[in-house]
């Protein structure tokens, strides 16, 4: 257990309509990443966080934006959501001083109608 | 893009056999590879590692071979169990201290009692 908490876990929302996911870690980990996962792909990374206010993109970041006020919660948010970004989205982190190997949250799975 | 790929989609063994995923890499510049188990409705689950300095680690019952001249990847599973039942994907990482991993699609393997 790498004290990931995503939450929500489950939403269905409307096109056009905003949604935060958010990512708490109990661990004080630097480093913290948000991948999408969809059928026939792999995970993709759409952004990640290197410290406090420190983010950069991934390969998926079009449409989301990310926030890190503090170490121990990673924001992820749709302005606008559409239909494409119906997936699963899991939130990771790598331990300090690890070799870099992720250890994942459980997912959240969002519907956008 | 630089892509991580894998051979078999869908793998099927006889419980006690021996199972092998195989994976190919693209991206010669990739140092440091991994093995990530997904059981259906929960995040990845970090299986073993390798860095390119090795061809072969060993974990419990998880063998990963890692052949650099061909870029190809593979996880062995001794005595395959009903437990191992998941998808496995492979995940590789570069040089930089970002520790991003590209994965790969996937493999479903599917333990038959």
């Known amino acids: 257990d790498a004290g990931i908490t995503q939450s929500p876990r489950h939403k269905v929302t409307e096109t056009g309509t905003p949604v935060t996911l958010r990512c708490h870690q109990t661990e004080n980990h630097r480093y913290m990443y948000w991948y999408r996962q969809d059928p026939g792909h792999g995970l993709r990374l759409i952004h990640y966080s290197y410290g406090v206010k420190d983010t950069d993109k991934g390969e998926v970041s079009d449409g989301y934006s990310v926030s890190r006020s503090k170490t121990e919660d990673f924001l992820l948010t749709l302005e606008s959501a559409t239909s494409s970004q119906t997936s699963v989205y899991f939130c990771a982190i790598t331990r300090t001083g690890s070799t870099g190997e992720l250890f994942f949250g459980e997912g959240s799975r969002l519907t956008v109608l | 893009g630089e892509n991580v790929g894998l051979h078999l989609p869908t793998l099927s063994v006889q419980e006690g056999d021996n199972s092998i995923i195989n994976c190919a890499y693209s991206?010669?510049?990739?140092?440091?590879f991994i093995w990530y188990k997904q059981e259906s409705g929960k995040g990845p689950q970090f299986i073993i590692d390798i860095r390119s300095n090795m061809d072969k680690r060993q974990g419990q019952r998880v063998t990963v071979l890692l052949n650099k001249t061909v870029k190809h990847l593979s996880l062995q599973i001794a005595a395959t169990q009903p437990g191992d039942s998941a998808v496995y994907f492979c995940?590789?990482?570069?040089?930089?201290?970002?520790?991003?991993?590209?994965f790969g699609s996937g493999t479903r393997l599917l333990v038959r009692p």
């Open positions: 991206n010669s510049a990739s140092d440091y």
């Open positions: 995940a590789e990482s570069g040089m930089d201290s970002s520790y991003k991993l590209i």
